[in-house]
């Protein structure tokens, strides 16, 4: 499956903004789906994950955003969404989605658990 990000931009503190993430040539439905962030010099980090429809679309969140970011997916649009609230000037990356097959909970946190990755949106929060 190809992923393409988009909806990147600058926002203030306090803002929000929400990705995309479209999927094509694959069935998206099959996917567990996640979004890491990355700052340069840095390794990717954990955001957000959600499950696929059949095993009941549970999502999972890092800490530093729980309350504040929703992951949420469209399989009628072969979309997973990405909705910050609350943006905070360390919430700055390039935020890339990803798409994996049957991850166990325990991986869903772990960039090397997803097979397949987009190109990346920057997000920049700053006044």
């Known amino acids: 499956v190809q992923l393409q990000a988009s909806g990147g931009g600058l926002v203030q503190p306090g803002g929000s903004l929400r990705l995309s993430c479209a999927a094509s040539?694959?069935?998206?439905?099959?996917?567990?789906m996640g979004w890491f962030r990355q700052v340069p010099g840095k390794e990717r980090v954990f955001v957000a994950a959600?499950?696929?429809?059949?095993?009941?679309?549970?999502?999972y969140y890092a800490d530093s955003v729980k309350g504040r970011f929703a992951i949420s997916r469209d399989n009628a649009q072969n979309t997973v969404y990405l909705q910050m609230n609350s943006l905070k000037p360390e919430d700055t990356a390039v935020y890339h989605c990803?798409?994996?097959?049957?991850?166990?909970?325990?991986?869903?946190?772990?960039?090397?658990?997803?097979?397949?990755w987009g190109q990346g949106t920057l997000v920049t929060v700053s006044s």
């Open positions: 040539g694959g069935t998206f439905s099959a996917y567990d």
């Open positions: 990803a798409a994996g097959r049957d991850l166990i909970t325990s991986s869903y946190g772990r960039a090397e658990s997803y097979g397949n």
């Open positions: 959600i499950r696929r429809s059949e095993r009941g679309g549970t999502t």
